[in-house]
C-alpha cells in the first residue's frame, strides 16, 4: 500500500519519514552504546489501575506511599498504555513494538485460566518479526543483570535469554559484584479478579478458585473507602453494587502499594537507591466494564513515575504524551545503549516530544473486535472496524464481576442510562470523537460535528499513516496469521546453534532467523544461560554447552562443544 501526498506530511509529523513497516522512530542514542557509570533500573507494573492516586489528582484514593514516591519522582500524567487488557500491553512494554506488528494483539493466544476459552484457532505463541528482542534481553547484551518476579505474558512465550532470573522472588541479588541490574516487579493484588467478592460461593470452578485467591492474597486488607464516596462515570450504573466494586478496587489499590514500598526500602537498605532509577506505572486501565479491554482513556491511561538518582527533578510534572512503547527506549537509553530500529518508540527522557499516541483492541477471550484509536494532547479518534459488535459483549471472566452483572441486569430491565445502554447495544458508532478535556469520560461522540471536522480529518490520517507504517496483522484473520507462524497449526523448533573457532575464540551462531543463543562453560552455573553477545575465549579441554530460541518458537536442542 503506497502513501499518499497528505498521509506522508502527517508521518513528518509523527516523525515516521521513511518509514517502512519496521522502525516508528529512528534511534537516536545520546550515550553511545555505552558509557562507564550505568544505573540500576527497577520497573514495577501494577495491574489494572488507571490514575487513581492521589498525587495524580485523585482526591479519594488512599495512597500515602504513592504519593510520598510522587514527590521524588517526576510525573508523567498523560502515559498511556497500546491496549487496554495485559497480554497486548506487555508485550508492546518489552518489546518496544506495537502489538499488531508482533502477532500478539488478541486476548490471548493461551488461555492458562481453568474453564475460560480462548476463543482463538488454537492455542498458540506468536512469533514476532526476526528482529525484535525483548529490551531485558538487549540489556543483558550490555552487560546488565536482569530479573523478573514471575509474570510475563507477552505472547511470545517465555524465552530462556531475556531474564537472568525470573520467577517468584527473583530480584537483583544474583547478579556479579557491582554488575548494574534491570529488575520487573509486578503487584498483581489491584487486578480485575481481585475486585471479586471475598465471600462468594458458586457452582462454577473458575469463580471458586479466584475467590480463593482473593482470600490468600488480600488477607489483612483494610476497608478505607467508603461506596458513597466514589464516583461513578456516567456510563455505569450509578447503584450500590457498582459503588461497592469500585469502592473495592480504591481498597486493593491502598493494600497493594506497600508492595512497592518494601522493594523500595529494600533498595535503601541495600544502599543502592542512590544508583537506582525507579520506574512505576500499571499495565492498563482499571479492571471495571468499559475501562478495561477497551481504547477509551479508562482503558489505556496510566500512572507514570520515574524516580531518577539522588531525586534529580523531583516532584516535576511533565506533561508530554508517553506511550509503553516508549519505556524500552528511555530504558536502553538510561542503560547507555542506542534503541535498535525495530523499535517504534522515543526516549522520553532525552526524546523529541510526540504528537499522538495510539492504542488497539482486538479479540479478548472468546469475544471477537478490532478497534483503533490515535489520541494527541487533547482529542481522541475512535475507529471501529466491527461496528456489528456491540462495546460490552458476554465474556465469561467479565461477566463474573458484580458490576457487570448489574449492568446486564438492567439492560434486561431497559432501565441502563443511554451511556451505559450506548455499551450493549449493536451496532456501535463507526466513528468517534471525543474532547477529552471537556468530556474526560468520553461519552459525547463528536464525529458529526462540523465544529471538529477538520480535527476529525487530521486524526484518521494519523491513524492511516500509522497503521502502514506498523504492519498492520490484526487486518488478517486470526486463522491466516496463525497458520503463517506456525504451518499446520505446529510449533516449529528453533535449529541448534553452530560454532566455529578461530584464534583461540568460540563463535556461535544462529541458523534460525532471529535466534537468540545462550550458553554456559565448563557446567558453571549451569542453571543459567550466559546471553551470547560475541566471540568466547576458549582453552583446551573446555566445554561448552549452547542452546538457542527464537521467540514464538521451541527452543533448540542443546548442544555440546569440546575444545581439543
Known amino acids: 500500500m503506497s502513501l499518499t501526498r497528505r498521509q506522508t506530511t502527517m508521518l513528518g509529523l509523527l516523525g515516521l519519514s521513511g518509514c517502512a513497516s519496521k522502525s516508528l522512530w529512528p534511534a537516536t542514542g545520546k550515550y553511545g552504546t555505552r558509557r562507564e557509570v550505568r544505573p540500576n ?64 494483539h488478541h486476548m490471548r493466544t493461551k488461555s492458562p485460566m481453568k474453564g475460560l476459552d480462548a476463543g482463538g484457532p488454537i492455542d498458540y505463541e506468536a512469533v514476532p518479526p526476526p528482529s525484535v528482542k525483548a529490551f531485558p534481553e538487549l540489556l543483558r547484551m550490555e552487560g546488565y543483570y536482569t530479573s523478573n518476579n514471575g509474570k510475563t505474558d507477552y505472547q511470545f512465550g517465555d524465552p530462556f535469554t531475556v531474564w537472568d532470573k525470573n520467577g517468584h522472588g527473583a530480584d537483583w541479588s544474583g547478579r556479579r559484584n557491582k554488575q548494574p541490574f534491570f529488575a520487573m516487579f509486578n503487584i498483581l493484588e489491584t487486578h480485575e479478579g481481585y475486585i471479586w467478592p471475598e465471600d462468594r460461593e458458586s457452582d462454577d470452578p473458575l469463580i471458586n478458585s479466584i475467590t480463593e485467591i482473593n482470600r490468600r492474597d488480600l488477607r489483612g486488607k483494610r476497608r478505607l473507602i467508603d461506596a458513597d464516596e466514589v464516583r461513578i462515570p456516567p456510563y455505569l450504573p450509578n447503584t450500590p453494587i457498582v459503588r461497592r466494586d469500585l469502592a473495592t478496587h480504591y481498597d486493593n489499590i491502598a493494600f497493594a502499594e506497600r508492595k512497592a514500598g518494601d522493594i523500595v526500602a529494600k533498595l535503601d537498605a541495600e544502599g543502592l537507591l542512590d544508583d537506582t532509577v525507579i520506574i512505576v506505572t500499571t499495565d492498563h486501565g482499571d479492571g471495571l466494564p468499559r475501562m478495561k479491554r477497551t481504547v477509551y482513556d479508562s482503558g489505556i491511561k496510566v500512572p507514570l513515575m520515574v524516580r531518577l538518582p ?47 499516541i495510539f492504542a488497539a483492541a482486538d479479540r479478548h477471550d472468546e469475544v471477537p473486535g478490532r478497534t483503533k484509536a490515535v489520541r494527541d494532547a487533547r482529542f481522541k479518534y475512535i ?83 500509522w497503521i502502514i507504517c506498523t504492519g498492520d496483522l490484526s487486518a488478517i484473520p486470526e486463522r491466516d496469521m496463525v497458520e503463517a507462524m506456525w504451518p499446520r497449526s505446529k510449533q516449529p523448533k528453533t535449529a541448534p546453534p553452530l560454532i566455529s573457532v578461530e584464534d583461540n575464540r568460540a563463535i556461535l551462531s544462529g541458523d534460525t532467523p532471529g535466534s537468540s543463543i545462550g550458553y554456559s562453560v565448563d557446567n558453571l552455573d549451569a542453571s543459567r544461560w550466559i546471553i551470547y553477545a560475541g566471540p568466547v575465549i576458549i582453552h583446551s579441554g573446555m566445554t561448552i554447552k549452547a542452546k538457542a530460541i527464537r521467540y514464538g518458537y521451541a527452543e533448540s536442542d542443546t548442544v555440546t562443544y569440546n575444545i581439543v
Not at 504524551?321 to 545503549?337: E, R
Request: with cysteine; proline share 7%; glycine share 4%.
Open 383 to 465: 475507529r471501529n472496524c466491527r461496528p456489528d459488535l456491540a462495546v460490552l459483549q458476554h465474556l465469561k471472566f467479565r461477566d463474573a464481576l458484580p458490576t457487570m452483572q448489574e449492568i446486564w441486569r438492567l439492560a434486561a430491565k431497559d432501565t441502563l442510562t443511554p451511556e451505559a445502554r450506548r455499551l450493549v447495544t449493536a451496532p456501535s458508532s463507526r466513528e468517534e470523537l471525543y474532547d477529552t478535556v471537556a468530556d474526560p469520560d468520553e461519552v459525547r461522540n463528536l464525529v458529526r460535528d462540523n465544529q471538529y471536522q477538520h480535527v476529525l480529518s487530521r486524526l484518521r490520517n494519523a491513524m492511516d499513516a
Open 41 to 104: 533500573i527497577v520497573l514495577i507494573v501494577f495491574e489494572d489501575m488507571s490514575q487513581r492516586i492521589r498525587a495524580f489528582g485523585d482526591p479519594i484514593a488512599r495512597t500515602p506511599w504513592l504519593d510520598a514516591f510522587a514527590e521524588q519522582s517526576v510525573l508523567y500524567p498523560n502515559a498511556f498504555a497500546t491496549s487496554g487488557v495485559c497480554a497486548p500491553s506487555r508485550s508492546s512494554l518489552i518489546t518496544g513494538v506495537h502489538q499488531q506488528t508482533l502477532g500478539t
Open 310 to 356: 539522588k531525586t534529580k527533578r523531583a516532584g516535576t510534572v511533565d506533561p508530554r504524551l508517553v506511550s509503553f512503547v516508549d519505556l524500552a527506549p528511555t530504558i536502553l537509553g538510561l542503560a547507555g545503549a542506542d534503541a535498535p530500529p525495530f523499535i517504534q518508540g522515543r526516549d522520553f527522557l532525552n526524546g523529541p516530544l510526540r504528537h499522538y
